[in-house]
T-cell receptor, first 113, second 113 residues
């Protein structure tokens, strides 16, 4: 069964460093998403991506964040200068077109020290 | 924007009992209500969803009900089993466009054998 994959599973970084979180969505899907979940809290939407551009983003997704689909298979989330409060689990998701469900990846746990 | 409240935050039941998780939403334009199960170390997985044109949907031991007037929706699990133990999230979204769900805070369901 096709699935969304994410790497790495755990990333530890120093405050102020740049990180790139990687996702491989399901191959025939058209919509791509990033969410974050701070420990013990709800899953929060960051950004959606369709047709090679951002379609929607939340207030959390400020200038420190960017997304890219560099090669038609990977979907990346970059945080330019990490802060302590960026520590969270980051989930990638993808969806086929039309009224279809989102499939989530297993997440990357980001720890900012 | 949409706000989803979910109760209880923790639910402990004996194997074979039923479990009910309740959610409310604020945006009357929301018309799609998915429920996700998140097991330890994994991303959320869709287990059932309901659209606003129906009041109830059932899939084996899982059922969802929706009251559009009161803006309530609930997840019912019958004959619970230890493998049902997980965190369950309700969500609300609008169909069309990016289908971005607003999540509840989650319910940690513990099924004791």
């Amino acid at each position: 069964e096709p699935e969304v994959t994410q790497t790495p599973s755990h990333q530890v970084t120093q405050m102020g460093q740049e990180v790139i979180l990687r996702c491989v969505p399901i191959s025939n899907h058209l919509y791509f998403y990033w969410y974050r979940q701070i420990l013990g809290q709800k899953v929060e939407f960051l950004v959606s991506f369709y047709n090679n551009e951002i379609s929607e983003k939340s207030e959390i997704f400020d200038d420190q964040f960017s997304v890219e689909r560099p090669d038609g298979s990977n979907f990346t989330l970059k945080i330019r200068s990490t802060k302590l409060e960026d520590s969270a689990m980051y989930f990638c998701a993808s969806r086929a077109g039309g009224p279809s469900e989102q499939f989530f990846g297993p997440g990357t746990r980001l720890t900012v020290l | 924007g949409e706000n989803v409240e979910q109760h209880p935050s923790t639910l402990s039941v004996q194997e074979g009992d039923s479990a009910v998780i309740k959610c409310t939403y604020s945006d009357s334009a929301s018309n799609y209500f998915p429920w996700y199960k998140q097991e330890l170390g994994k991303g959320p997985q869709l287990i059932i969803d309901i659209r606003s044109n129906v009041g109830e949907k059932k899939d084996q031991r899982i059922a969802v009900t929706l009251n559009k007037t009161a803006k309530h929706f609930s997840l019912h699990i019958t004959e619970t089993q230890p493998e049902d133990s997980a965190v369950y999230f309700c969500a609300a979204s609008k169909t069309g466009g990016s289908y971005i769900p607003t999540f509840g805070r989650g319910t940690s369901l513990i099924v004791h054998p």
